[in-house]
């Protein structure tokens, strides 16, 4: 059984900087990781992830400002964001997949953007 603990959520103004970071438990292989976002009365997407290689995707709209990276011995995902916007506002979730393709969701963090 794997499980996802997130952290580095918060309140930040809009060109401020966050880094969240969320590492798995259990002894299983952690594949391709990655963050997602839900914000308010919208639909959950996927903001980047990264294979455990080091191929990494992005939305646009985050492209040039958020960083993900990854340590494979700590089994964990980092998300480093700049230049933050209102509209990055959401509940960011941390995904995760082990080597049979099981996914599984970390409990997520509030990431607020606002003056």
């Known amino acids: 059984q794997v499980q996802l603990v997130e952290s580095g959520g918060g309140l930040v103004q809009p060109g401020g900087s966050l880094r969240l970071s969320c590492a798995a438990s259990g002894g299983v292989f952690i594949g391709r990781m990655g963050w997602h976002r839900q914000p308010p009365g919208k639909q959950r997407e996927l903001v980047a992830d990264i294979s455990q290689g080091g191929w990494t995707n992005y939305v646009e709209s985050v492209k040039g400002r958020f960083t993900i990276s990854r340590d494979n011995a700590k089994k964990a995902v980092y998300l480093q964001m700049n230049s933050l916007k209102p509209e990055d506002t959401a509940v960011y979730y941390c995904?995760?997949?082990?080597?049979?393709?099981?996914?599984?969701w970390g409990q997520g963090t509030q990431v607020t953007v606002s003056s």
């Open positions: 995904k995760a997949f082990d080597s049979m393709s099981n996914a599984y």
